[in-house]
């Protein structure tokens, strides 16, 4: 006799959101608390939001524009631009966001009765206009800090944001579709080898998921 039972399928999961039965023992959801090893607490609901969509993928850009954000699935988005994760007291998005100079957006949806969205995150970094039509044989990597500073040689890493841009038709271009987008946090590393961040220094780079500070 099957006592219970997932069907047809289990639901798409979201990182760090259990899924299961809520304490009346009758109905599924998804919980934003995991209790692994105890009975599933009272506060489970039975959807996740939809996470945000962006007008504007990460890229590299020269002038200014707008951004937009929405959202399909209902509720209201909370964004920062200040690289912290966005909470319910976050800004609350109203209407497109100006972009004028190199500015990392993160974004998450909150809707009543439902598990907020993952979060979202988009760079967007401002070049001179002198790079326009600069090209490689070679692939091209941006990290950009947002203006942090120094980059700092022992842990913990700085937060920054890379790109990397690999050629097509032999040629790589600044102003290509990203082959890799993603947060990472770097240091100087070596011994011998170590140099100041305004001489080239050797990095370490460690790619972060878009939902923590760190990883």
Known sequence: ????????????????????????????????????????????????????????????????????????????????TNGTLPTEISTQYVSAITISTSTLVRARVYAAGKIPSTTESRAYIMLGADLMNFSSDLPLVIIENFGAGAIPEPDPKQAAYMVIFEPKGGRSSLWAVPDLATRVGVRRRGESSIRPTDQKPNLAVQAYSDGADDD
Do not use: K
Request: net charge negative.
């Open 1 to 80: 006799t099957v006592v219970d039972q997932y069907s047809p399928s289990f639901p798409a999961q979201s990182a760090d959101v259990s899924y299961g039965i809520l304490a009346d023992r009758i109905t599924r959801g998804f919980f934003a608390t995991p209790t692994p090893g105890t009975t599933n607490g009272t506060d489970g609901c039975s959807s996740v939001a939809e996470p945000p969509m962006f007008s504007v993928n990460s890229s590299v850009f020269t002038n200014a524009f707008s951004l937009s954000i929405s959202n399909v699935g209902g509720g209201w988005i909370c964004y920062t």
